[in-house]
Nanobody, 126 residues
């Protein structure tokens, strides 16, 4: 099995920055896809970012339209940790953020992910 633990959430002012971390264990960290999703009350779970390896490239990334240019996903293979660096945070970024793993390569839909962390709350104040 794969176990995922998120950390780094908290309260931040609009325009500020925050970095989330996701520590992984089990299976092979470098296989499949590691992703970040978020969900605000009353809204569907939204794809935020994903990172995977394919065709010899070890760091292929993708982002949801709402966070492109503001968020950056990265990975530290030695620490088995995935990060989400969030900048220029807005009130609409307020949500519970979840780390997830999929055996598929390049997965971006929540239904394709197999394991999920417990979530960490990010609140952006104006």
């Amino acid at each position: 099995q794969v176990q995922l633990v998120e950390s780094g959430g908290g309260l931040v002012q609009a325009g500020g920055s925050l970095r989330l971390s996701c520590s992984a264990s089990g299976r092979s960290f470098s296989t499949g896809t590691m992703g970040w999703f978020r969900q605000a009350p009353g809204k569907e779970r939204e794809f935020v970012a994903a990172i995977w390896r394919s065709g010899g490239r070890d760091s292929i990334t993708d982002y949801g339209d709402s966070v492109k240019g503001r968020f950056t996903i990265s990975r530290d293979n030695a620490k088995k940790t995935v990060y989400l660096q969030m900048t220029s945070l807005q009130a609409d970024d307020t949500a519970a953020y979840y780390c997830a793993w999929s055996w598929r390569t390049g997965a971006v839909s929540s239904g394709r992910y197999d394991y999920w962390g417990q979530g960490t709350q990010v609140t952006v104040s104006s």
